[in-house]
């Protein structure tokens, strides 16, 4: 039991294929509803509407300023009780996951808005443009290329994320590694094939973020 018995990874990679395949998908869709929702956020944020501004200010920082373990835990435990309504593990995780990244997301979209300078903004009203219509046709479009490399950074976050999605019994990556670590009592193998198979997916995320970065510094 002290040496490092490879056959446990061999024997157990259909299920950490299924765990990582898993912890992909709710990464992507996360991940667009995470725009989605930031973009609409930082929006109403930006907004001179006192209605609009003052709950997205709210959302924000009680999604920033809360574990996203805990929204998790709260949105699978205690959301059914509020509303009546039951929701399965992996929906649960769905919607924690996608607003606690929706409200990072939606500080990258603010940042990048307010980065653009005033006299686009100016410029854009000048022609009747309503706020609407500045955002689609002159700030946004310009905004979007400086906002690609921490909207990649904030994915990768995203799927780092999903690990915690084991707590609510989501048969992601951990999930399947506590399984086999229940199983055969290998944990040293298990967690050992989860961090590689990790690494694998996350590190030509990270290389492509880093090449964003500089490519925005003009050194591509």
Not at 135 to 156: D, E, H, S
Not at 179 to 203: D, H, K, N, Q
Request: with cysteine.
């Amino acid at each position: 039991m002290n040496t490092f018995d490879w056959r446990v990874l061999l024997d157990s990679r259909d299920i950490l294929l299924k765990g990582a395949e898993l912890a992909v998908l709710l990464t992507i869709e996360c991940s667009l509803a995470g725009i989605f929702v930031g973009l609409l956020l930082a929006l109403f944020r930006l907004s001179s509407l006192k209605i609009l501004q003052i709950p997205a200010t709210i959302v924000l920082e009680a999604l920033r300023g809360t574990p996203v373990l805990v929204q998790l835990i709260w949105v699978f435990y205690a959301l059914p009780i509020m509303t009546g309504i039951a929701l399965t593990p992996l929906l649960s995780a769905f919607i924690a996951l996608s607003l606690y990244s929706g409200a990072f997301y939606a500080e990258i979209f603010r940042g990048g808005i307010v980065s653009i300078e005033q006299g686009q903004t100016d410029a854009a009203r000048s022609l009747g443009m309503t706020y609407a219509e500045q955002m689609r046709r002159v700030i946004l479009p310009q905004a979007v290329r400086r906002m690609i490399p921490p909207l990649v950074n904030q994915t990768i976050v995203t799927l780092k994320n999903t690990s915690l999605a084991s707590v609510v019994t989501v048969p992601e990556l951990l999930y399947q590694a506590q399984y086999i670590s229940s199983a055969t009592f290998r944990s040293l193998e298990a967690y050992t094939g989860v961090a590689a198979i990790y690494f694998i997916m996350i590190y030509p995320i990270t290389v492509l973020a880093q090449r964003l970065e500089l490519h925005k510094g003009g050194r591509f």
